[in-house]
């Protein structure tokens, strides 16, 4: 007997209170649409629920990014609909693209037409192709005409009175439901008593810094952590520095907890982008009818934070060759300050753990010439014979800024649209309104271009151009570029005449850098 085939059921929810697409309904019209086709699903599940297919590819999502990748488990995707699948043409190409290349089926189990069913397992049929092409766009379409929705309608609500437009609440604060239908803010009573012990110690003469380092200590969820758990998430995520870098917990600090007392929030204004928002005659429009602060008690709490007015002054790192490339055992960094001791004054770099809200088992210190003579001769040593590397940015274009711009332009010039008088005025405005759009029109064909890098090797070498010149930051983006990582742990005494060398650990995390050292090293001890 013929063996059925083996299908994965693909379940995918952006919103989970839902109702009319949650998971039982989608589950049992694909078993449905499973049973008639002669499919077998057993217990092959790929459901990924609070996740938005306008964001995320297919192959991107939890689940169904890990079934994609083992293609030999299976041998036909099931949907309830198309748009729980993909809802932009570039997405459905790739996917329609990787099932012919691995002689899959999709089936959509509902839709305008019915069932359909595109099997690619025939890779000379092109019909399955075109279909899904129409049908792609037609979602994409849809999903744009959502978002523009969505858009205007946050748009407005910003303006209006006690009412909350969604996504996270300003820490303090918790959505409640309105009688007469949407939403406002209400206090959240955890995290209003974490404000207070803040506020309360704050008056005692506490830093915020200190502040920081007791929440830390003490567990308490910083505000996009209490926020995840308020929700049944997990804590942490993508930082937003180097793409891809991570964490397990977000904590608090020093910015956090400034940024939070200063913020109008605390006394119930709406704040878009950091300023307030105002109505048309310039009042600030209020967010919520119970504020946790009122007027004066948030004046208050501003006198007590530190002042840092005027003009900002200028880096005093200035002089810090291993700025962003020392740190101490714990993880933080280490920056240059001065120490006196004895009468006597010193450079140093030092933890930094406690400024950022953390604490620090061992904070370490180190004397900046030790530790700057000891980082250049390790370098040196391991890339000083290697040539210079050129990096060249070739630009890109994108059409993109100009096609807002314009139109924009164009929006501005319809609402003049039958104010005309004259023929003749009237022929001026069409004449503009007609350049606009072909502009418009020429911009979108344009295919943007994205910049490119190119790496050359130059004439000189690192040893070169690291004695020809005295420029700390020329030095120091060296050993940046070369991924120079210095930790240094505690001194055993503090009472030494040199560097301990066996604390400090040095490592080159680019992997040009790193060979070229490790064949240097091999060299020197076949030399020896």
């Known amino acids: 007997m013929e063996q059925p085939l083996r299908g994965v059921r693909v379940i995918r929810l952006s919103v989970l209170t839902d109702e009319t697409t949650s998971p039982e309904r989608q589950r049992e019209s694909i078993d449905d649409a499973a049973s008639s086709l ?118 407005a609500m910003r303006t209006m009175p006690l009412r909350w437009r969604g996504s996270r609440p300003p820490y303090g604060y918790e959505p409640a439901a309105l ?10 009573a955890t995290a209003v008593t974490v404000l207070e012990r803040v506020i309360r110690r704050l008056t ?36 937003g520095g180097k793409a891809g870098t991570t964490r397990e917990r977000f904590g608090w600090s020093f910015d956090v907890l400034k940024r939070l007392l200063k913020s109008e929030t605390l006394i119930g204004w709406k704040v878009s982008g950091g300023v307030p928002v105002r109505d048309g005659e310039g009042a600030p429009v209020l967010a919520t009818s119970e504020a946790i602060l009122s007027r004066a008690e948030f004046d208050a709490v501003a006198a007590l934070l530190p002042k840092r007015g005027g003009p900002p002054s200028p880096r005093r790192d200035t002089r810090s060759l291993l700025l962003g490339v020392i740190h101490c055992t714990c993880g933080a960094r280490m920056y240059l300050s001065e120490q006196t001791r004895e009468g006597r004054t010193a450079a140093i770099y030092k933890c930094a753990a406690r400024a950022r809200g953390r604490h620090c088992e061992a904070p370490s210190h ?18 000083g014979g290697l040539r210079v590397t050129v990096t060249r940015t070739i630009p890109g274009y994108d059409p993109q800024p100009e096609i807002d711009a314009t139109a924009v332009e164009y ?113 020197r001890d076949v030399d020896a």
């Open 179 to 188: 009688a007469t239908g949407g939403w406002t803010l209400v206090p959240d």
């Open 366 to 383: 180190v004397r900046a010439d030790w530790i700057e003579e000891h980082v250049t001769e390790r370098f040196l040593r391991a890339v």
């Open 204 to 239: 005692d003469g506490k830093t915020l810094a200190a502040i920081a380092v007791e929440l830390n200590q003490d567990g308490v969820p910083s505000p996009r952590d209490h926020w995840a758990l308020k929700n049944g998430r997990s804590t942490g995520g993508k930082t």
């Open 38 to 155: 002669g499919i077998e699903c057993a217990d092959r599940d790929a459901v990924d629920l609070g996740i938005s297919a306008s964001k995320t590819t297919p192959f991107e999502r939890p689940e169904l990014g890990l079934w994609l990748r083992r293609p030999n488990d299976f041998d036909a995707l099931l949907c309830w609909r198309f748009d729980r699948l993909v809802r932009s043409m570039d997405d459905m190409h790739a996917l329609s693209t990787w099932a012919r290349d691995h002689r899959k089926m999709i089936v959509f189990a509902e839709g305008p037409g019915g069932r359909l069913v595109l099997d690619f397992r025939n890779p000379l049929d092109p019909m399955a192709q075109l279909m899904v092409t129409v049908f792609a766009f037609a979602a994409q379409m849809e999903a744009m005409a959502i978002r523009e929705r969505i858009q205007g309608a946050q748009a």
């Open 411 to 523: 929006a501005t010039h319809q609402e003049q649209e039958g104010r005309q008088r004259s023929k003749a005025a009237r022929d001026a405005w069409q004449r503009r309104a007609d350049a606009l759009d072909a502009r418009l029109a020429e911009l979108e064909s344009r295919v943007k271009v994205e910049p490119r890098t190119e790496v050359t090797q130059s004439g000189r070498m690192y040893a070169d151009e690291w004695r020809s010149t005295d420029d700390t930051t020329a030095r120091r983006e060296m050993l940046v570029e070369a991924g120079a990582h210095v930790v240094v742990a505690k001194a055993a005494t503090i009472r030494a005449k040199e560097l301990d060398t066996s604390r400090v650990t040095f490592e080159l995390a680019e992997p040009f850098f790193s060979d070229a050292a490790l064949e240097n090293e091999a060299l």
